[in-house]
Nanobody, 113 residues
Framework: QVQLVESGGGLVQPGGSLRLSCAAS????????MGWYRQAPGKQRELVAL???????TYADSVKGRFSISRDNAKNTGYLQMNNLKPEDTAVYYC???????WGQGTQVTVSS
């Protein structure tokens, strides 16, 4: 069983930055692509960024150039650096091991002045 724990969310003003972390238990983290998703109130969960275990990246068009996904397999941890945040980025952010049912509990990101 793998547990994923997100952290780093919070309240930030438009234009600000946050760095989310996703800490995974166990040693299988490095074997899977890792994704960050988000879900805003009343909306479906959507993919924000995906990083394969070969370090290939995919980003949603809405975050390209502002967000950056990375991972440290030695620490079993993934990251999402979010810059130039906008109010429409407000959501609960989740990490996931790709093509598995392993999800974190989510961390709230609120962008507001």
């Amino acid at each position: 069983q793998v547990q994923l724990v997100e952290s780093g969310g919070g309240l930030v003003q438009p234009g600000g930055s946050l760095r989310l972390s996703c800490a995974a238990s166990g040693s299988i983290f490095r074997l899977y692509a890792m994704g960050w998703y988000r879900q805003a109130p009343g909306k479906q969960r959507e993919l924000v960024a995906l990083l394969s275990n070969r370090y290939l990246t995919t980003y949603a068009d809405s975050v390209k150039g502002r967000f950056s996904i990375s991972r440290d397999n030695a620490k079993n941890t993934g990251y999402l650096q979010m810059n130039n945040l906008k109010p429409e980025d407000t959501a609960v952010y989740y990490c996931n091991l790709d093509q598995t049912d392993y999800w974190g509990q989510g961390t709230q990101v609120t962008v507001s002045s």
